[in-house]
């Protein structure tokens, strides 16, 4: 009982605490997020969507209600060495949850139109509501939480028909050498319709203090449009991330969403994609590798709102050490969604007896003219696989990492842009120790 | 209206077969719940002073508790104060023996297909029937008694082998497990109890018919199921209510007891009265079903036909806790019209090397929601544990739902999980197909579903497969599509 | 017993058959050929009454009933059986059990008593031997992993099964191999009888040397253009489908 009136109260001090007139844009739409949060809470451990990840008793712990909105000035003067080559020229920094001018470089001459999200409120304020509007209310209290205490954040437009543009670097650090930091960012692309995009996003942090980062995406995909995100977080510090990412897809329109997560303290993503016309094309992967005391919870929604699409997702897990893997994913199709495809799969290794792995493929279908399928294995390293690679001369530690890194081949082999390819195979190869 | 909806129309129109009433003169306790209540049905059956104590136990807590509302079904709050406990058909003696039965409530079982009659039966089936809130008659019980084996009702267990009754009751499904758990728990009526001794093999099926005849009762039966060292039973369970306006509620506890080396293998066929084309009426059916592989190398399967109800709230489990142990869940449930049914398995494996299997066919027709939701949990301890689970959804028609709601959670790296699901339709090339063989399109939606349900069948014993697949097709007919 | 007169078919809009004329006797052997999308297997599908096509215009007598006014299944029970291009599977339900219902429903429905579990195994026994199939495949889901000869092969049995009165064998020659051909062209002939006949669509000529047709009937954009005897089968083999596209173009 006492744990609960703990967990309330946390809820309570923060909202308390928490002054609203300090925010002087968006004031209508933070009163609405804050009323709402309030109602909701901070999640509780018998709450079905954080069943498995005890988020707000690690908040608590760490963190003073006060604590979770207020953030430290950073001192980070030069990033250009943690930032791969291939996307120097187009790309932004956010330190410590602010926009960050003198470390960003803008690609010269492109259509795309990419600003600090307060500064478009004004100048793109038509297209900003309108589009809003399409993209639907989220209810994941975190969310709810980030669209009250947004401290800073990133508007991109992408105008009709654009095409062979550099994709966009969008780099998160986190300064945590001095002090705790917590920082709450939005983002917001619209990709006109016929236009073509790609943005990459990576989080990373210095430093040992606790950092709790919020990051609410809302990404509309216009008709005949396509657009590629992909997420990399491989925070070596003690990271608390929740990332609310919803993507509104229009007719005929296309998205395809990397995640990989590799390390960190406690990560969250919710990933929903909404088909919200015919002849959309929607993949998603997901690649987690666990270590040390690592959680990593990946909650999917794919909602199908209008027929003759299709949708396919592929989450793969390694679990080493005492870490945690969390894996939900729902696929909706709603009763007008007729000719539906929608297929899922989420495959998962524990490599550790203190490793464990919580998944919930959920399928729910309305529509009796569909193809859906989802399937969910968790398992070990095949032995047998192993010996083989042995008994060719193969040490075990290179027949393992061998057997790991093809493991994880699949969901690195769906990235189509080379440069990417790369990068994130030099990631996952150091992670895998990968030596062959 | 497509012509494949129309057809899908007809064959989920038909009436529900057993929906009439005998006038039973009955003998009832009055409406509510209250501590007075269950002083009164404990000693309506003359119950030992701990029974009554270990009911009234059960429900101060249920006092405490609340309904659970997770699952994927919405009905109005249920007021337990208007529900009668206790309903007992009137016999002028208490039979001895099966001759001295009722002969109406002989005429009522035979009027369900079911024979009371030892010797006009040809296959070995013993029966148990159960009507209302007690158990009418046992049969068989005499040559099953030579070899040990103990069938009876549940008030007869009580009074003949209190030992065993206090030893296992509760230790598979505690009293306070869960809300209708605990209610049943308080209010229990009748019901079967089953015994095997060590090293035996039970030479029959064992079965009971639930029968609801009474208005305005709930039904709270209770059966317990202890299958000792190296013993075998397979156990059958049918069940109907009458056509009803209002809804009634059935809260029933099943615990399974497997020691070293025993497997009980245990079958419903579900047909209780599902409410009618406009989701008035039918049974609130909210049953708690576990079986514990208590021993090494013990085994436990459910099978299930799932048809009837308006509401079905139900998992049978399995605790696999021996080592070597496995359980089993093979499932078909059927929603039609208004039905709401959330129904699946949790699979807890806490021994080495235990092994699970879940198959579940899940078929829903006109405006009905059909969930399947299960768990399968692989404990640290667990080396080498396997799980396979196969959740198949078939939707007849555009206004109903299916969904699933599996949870799988791993704590040892040495596991192995498997789960497949899939959604589907009947197709109108495997329709047109049929009908080029001169078959109509209502037989082959028969054939077709039957087809698709036939691994969850097969497991049935072939007397109750029949039974099962006519019943199949009965629910869907006018649902096809 | 079959006569189409001047039938025209379409699926959606698309007009498919445009005035289709044909008589086919007992004891007789037609073939219909015609390169791709020219409407033989629209033709097929129109007399076993798949509802994809709408009948717009025209036509078809089958023993002195009107053919186009029943049902698939009735047109089934009356004698008129397809061997499908594409077989379809259903799962969970074996060939055994499957024609097991749809002999005793056209039992039914010519008021035959249906035939109990012995009498029924042992006319199938006697039917395995015309179409070489194996028992084991039989007691499989319906066409379920089966591979294309033992699909075209099963489609052989049912029909030696329900002994139709008019068989059309849709393309039933395509993805066979020649042995498989064999196999299947040898059962149909065991089953040719003076009062059945059979229609049998395909593209190639070679299917031909193993049933002989009487007829040999060349449609073209829904049409029959051509007919003759089994000689002009030959004559398109060796000139191909354009000498017909050539002709009627000029025409």
């Known amino acids: 009982m006492s744990v609960t009136t703990e967990k309330k109260n946390f809820t309570q001090e923060l909202i308390a605490s928490f002054d609203l007139s300090k925010f002087k844009q968006d004031s209508e739409q933070r009163k609405k997020a804050l009323a709402a949060f309030q109602s909701l809470g901070l999640p509780e451990g018998k709450s079905e969507e954080y069943k498995f990840t005890p988020i707000t008793k690690l908040l608590a712990k760490q963190f003073k209600a006060e604590e979770l909105y207020t953030s430290p000035t950073p001192a980070v003067s030069d990033v250009s060495a943690l930032i791969p080559k291939a996307f120097q020229e187009n790309c932004v920094v956010f330190v410590n949850g602010v926009y960050n001018p003198a470390l960003s470089q803008l690609a010269a001459g492109s259509k795309v139109v990419i600003k600090p999200f307060q500064e478009a409120m004004a100048t793109h304020a038509s297209v900003i509501s309108e589009k809003l509007n399409e993209i639907k209310d989220n209810n994941d209290p975190f969310a709810l939480l980030n669209a009250a205490m947004w401290q800073d954040g990133l508007f991109i437009h992408v105008p009709k028909n654009t095409s062979g543009e550099k994709p966009l670097f969008i780099y998160h650090l986190h300064d945590a050498n001095a002090s705790k930091v917590t920082s709450h960012t939005r983002l917001m692309v619209v990709v006109e319709q016929s236009a073509e995009f790609s943005i990459v996003e990576r989080t990373d942090s210095l430093g040992k203090n606790t950092i709790f980062n919020t990051i609410n995406e809302e990404i509309l995909v216009d008709e005949n449009a396509s657009f590629s995100y992909c997420k990399i977080q491989n925070d070596s510090g003690d990271l608390i991330h929740v990332s609310n990412t919803t993507v509104h897809q229009k007719k005929s329109s296309r998205a395809d969403t990397y995640t990989f997560s590799l390390d960190g303290k406690l990560i969250r993503n919710n990933l929903n994609i909404i088909i919200d016309g015919e002849g959309c094309e929607s993949h998603f992967y997901g690649l987690y590798l666990t270590d040390g005391d690592t959680l990593v919870d990946n909650h999917t929604v794919v909602d199908h709102k209008q027929p003759n699409s299709f949708s396919n997702e592929l989450y793969k897990g390694l679990m080493d050490g005492k870490s945690k893997g969390v894996f939900n994913g729902k696929i909706f199709v709603r009763p007008h969604a007729q000719k539906t495809n929608a297929f899922q799969s989420n495959r998962n290794i524990l490599l550790s007896d203190d490793a464990t792995i919580n998944t919930k493929p959920q399928l729910e279908i309305w529509a009796d003219d569909v193809k859906c399928s989802h399937g969910c294995t968790t398992g070990q390293l095949d032995d047998e696989a192993l010996f083989y690679l042995q008994s060719r001369g193969i040490p075990k530690a290179t027949a393992k990492a061998m057997l790991l890194y093809a493991f994880a081949g699949e969901v690195l082999e769906a990235i189509k842009d080379e440069n990417l390819k790369q990068y994130i195979d030099s990631i996952v190869s150091e992670r895998l120790h990968k030596s062959f | ?481 | 017993m079959l006569k189409i007169k001047n039938l025209h078919a379409r699926v959606e809009e698309k007009a498919i058959l445009n005035g289709i004329n044909l008589e086919v006797k007992p004891g007789e052997v037609h073939a219909i050929m015609g390169p791709n999308g020219s409407g033989k297997s629209t033709l097929a599908s129109v007399l076993a009454g798949r509802e994809d096509f709408e009948v717009t215009q025209g036509e078809v007598e089958f023993l002195g009933k009107d053919l186009l006014d029943m049902n698939p299944e009735d047109r089934a029970r009356e004698g008129i059986f397809l061997a499908f291009q594409y077989p379809v599977e259903i799962p969970g339900v074996s060939t055994v059990n499957f024609m097991k219902t749809a002999l005793n429903k056209i039992r039914e429905y010519r008021g035959q008593d249906t035939l109990d579990a012995v009498s029924f195994l042992t006319m199938m026994k006697e039917k395995i031997k015309l179409v070489e199939i194996d028992q084991s495949l039989l007691n499989r889901s319906l066409n379920e992993g089966f591979s294309g000869g033992e699909k075209k092969r099963n489609e052989i049995f049912q029909m030696a099964m329900l002994e139709p009165k008019l068989a059309i064998l849709d393309e039933t020659d395509s993805g066979l191999d020649i042995d498989a051909l064999r196999i299947v062209a040898n059962g149909v002939n065991k089953l040719r009888t003076k009062d059945n006949a059979t229609i049998v669509v395909t593209h190639y000529q070679r299917l031909l040397d193993y049933i002989v047709p009487d007829y040999v009937h060349v449609l073209y954009k829904g049409k029959i253009v051509k007919s003759g005897t089994k000689e002009l089968a030959l004559e398109l083999e060796e000139k191909g489908y354009d000498w017909i596209k050539d002709e009627m173009e000029v025409a």
């Not at chain 2, 009433?21 to 309506?44: H, M, Q, V």
């Not at chain 2, 959330?342 to 969930?371: L, Y």
């Open chain 2, 1 to 481: 209206m497509s012509k494949d909806n129309q057809v899908l129309e007809e064959f989920t129109s038909k009436e529900y077969e057993h929906g009439w009433t005998i006038d039973l003169e009955s003998d009832s306790a009055p409406k509510g719940l209250n501590e007075d209540i269950i002083r009164f049905i404990s000693a309506k059956k003359s119950e030992p002073e701990w029974l009554l104590e270990w009911r009234l136990k059960a429900y101060r807590h249920w006092t405490t508790m609340k309904e659970p509302k997770w699952p994927n079904v919405h009905y109005p709050e249920i007021n337990f104060q208007d529900i009668i406990y206790y309903s007992a058909p009137k016999q002028k003696v208490v039979p001895k023996s099966l001759d001295e039965v009722d002969p109406e409530l002989i005429a009522t079982f035979k009027k369900l297909g079911i024979s009371l009659t030892e010797q006009k039966r040809l296959t070995g089936i013993a029966v148990d029937a159960v009507i209302d809130s007690v158990s009418v008659a046992t049969t068989f019980k005499e040559k099953l008694g030579e070899l040990g084996i103990i069938f009876c009702s549940f008030s007869e267990a009580v009074r003949e082998h209190p030992e065993l009754v206090k030893k296992y009751l509760g230790s598979v499904v505690p009293p306070n497990d869960n809300y209708y758990a605990a209610l049943n728990s308080a209010v229990f009526t009748d019901g079967s109890f089953c015994y095997i001794p060590k090293g035996v093999k039970c030479p029959m099926e064992l079965s009971t018919y639930f029968r609801i005849n009474a208005a305005n009762t709930g039904q709270f039966e209770r059966t317990l199921i202890v299958a000792e060292e190296a013993s075998y039973v397979s156990y059958l369970e049918g069940c109907t209510a009458p056509m009803r306006d209002e809804n009634q509620l059935h809260a029933a506890v099943v615990e399974l007891y497997a020691m070293k080396s025993a497997e009980i293998k245990y079958s419903t066929v579900q047909n209780w009265y599902p409410g009618d084309k406009n989701g008035k009426g039918g049974i609130y059916n909210f049953v708690t079903k576990r079986g514990i592989c208590a021993g090494d190398h013990s085994k436990i399967s459910w099978t299930q036909v799932e048809t009837g109800s308006s509401i079905t709230w139900k998992y049978p489990s399995c605790i696999l806790k021996g080592d070597y142990s496995s359980g089993e869940f093979y499932s078909v449930a059927v929603t039609n019209n208004y039905q709401q049914a959330d129904t699946g398995t949790k699979m807890i494996h806490i021994g080495k090397h235990t092994r699970s299997r879940i198959v579940s066919k899940g078929i829903s027709a006109g405006k009905s929601q059909n969930s399947y939701r299960g768990q399968v949990h692989i404990l640290k301890r667990a080396e080498n544990a396997r799980n396979f689970s196969q959740c198949d959804s078939l939707l007849m028609g555009d206004q109903c739902g299916a969904h699933t709601f599996p949870y799988i959670d791993v704590e040892n790296k040495s596991a192995h999980v498997e789960h497949e699901a899939t959604t589907s339709k009947i197709g109108e090339d495997q329709i047109f197909y049929c009908q080029q063989r001169g078959i109509d399109e209502e037989a082959a939606v028969a054939l077709i579903v039957n087809g698709y349900a036939k691994e969850v069948l097969k497991q049935l014993p072939m007397e109750f497969a029949v039974e099962a697949q006519k019943l199949l097709a009965l629910t869907l007919e006018g649902s096809v599509g």
